[in-house]
């Protein structure tokens, strides 16, 4: 089943997460953009209200809710409706798939990610922001799940773990970077990023196609 109830009803204190916690976001922002790659046509899957694709100049989006693919649409997003398990794109593409903070609402993850391999392109990219379940936040968050309305059906991941999903189906050539080495409420100025993960909350991989290496930037 599709979680986009919290989305729909809560999608104004999704909103405010972004302005409450500034400059969370804008280092989660600064650890995507160190190992973003180059590319012609991308989508982000689980776009929400564009937070994530419009600073990184991504303009279609793939977003189940409505009201935040309203949002998502007034900041140049197109969005298409639809879920990461069957999306409406030919094989082979794009170049570029995006998702943060997204696997954890994911249907059935493995189907997800055997759809990205799908629709990239020979060496194209597979880029995931996420909350490690390993890490202080995400023990936080799963202690707290029943308290948010968001993460109470979420399912978090640790890193070893998304790892072990993305070369089951078919991607490889990682590259990683880490912030947000605090919690939330002691967060004052920009975190750190740092190359690897195991220390910081937030991590970002990047991955290509087996077959296909694409090359950093």
Avoid at 129 to 137: A, E, F, R, T
Avoid at 168 to 181: A, L, M, P
Wanted: glycine share 10%.
């Amino acid at each position: 089943m599709v979680k986009t109830g919290p989305f729909e009803k809560y999608y104004e204190r999704y909103e405010e997460w972004f302005d409450k916690h500034r400059y969370a976001y804008e280092s989660e922002l600064k650890a995507i953009n160190e190992i973003f790659p180059i590319f012609s046509r991308g989508v982000e899957i689980g776009v929400g209200t564009g937070r994530y694709a419009a600073p990184l100049g991504i303009t279609v989006g793939i977003e189940p809710a409505d009201k935040p693919a309203t949002i998502a649409l007034s900041r140049g997003i197109d969005v298409i409706k639809g879920v990461a398990e069957n999306m409406p794109f030919a094989t082979s593409s794009l170049d570029l798939a995006l998702m943060v903070t997204t696997i954890c609402f994911l249907d059935d993850i493995e189907k997800s990610f055997t759809e990205v391999r799908r629709i990239l392109k020979d060496g194209g990219s597979f880029v995931i922001g996420y909350v490690d379940k390993d890490s202080d936040l995400g023990q936080t968050y799963m202690q707290r799940k029943q308290e948010n309305p968001f993460y109470k059906d979420a399912n978090f991941y640790g890193t070893l773990e998304l790892v072990k999903l993305l070369t089951d189906t078919g991607f490889g050539y990682f590259s990683f970077r880490q912030t947000i080495f605090k919690r939330l409420e002691e967060i004052t100025g920009p975190e750190p990023v740092a190359e690897g993960y195991g220390k910081g909350s937030f991590v970002v991989v990047r991955a290509s196609l087996l077959d296909h290496p694409s090359h950093l930037h």
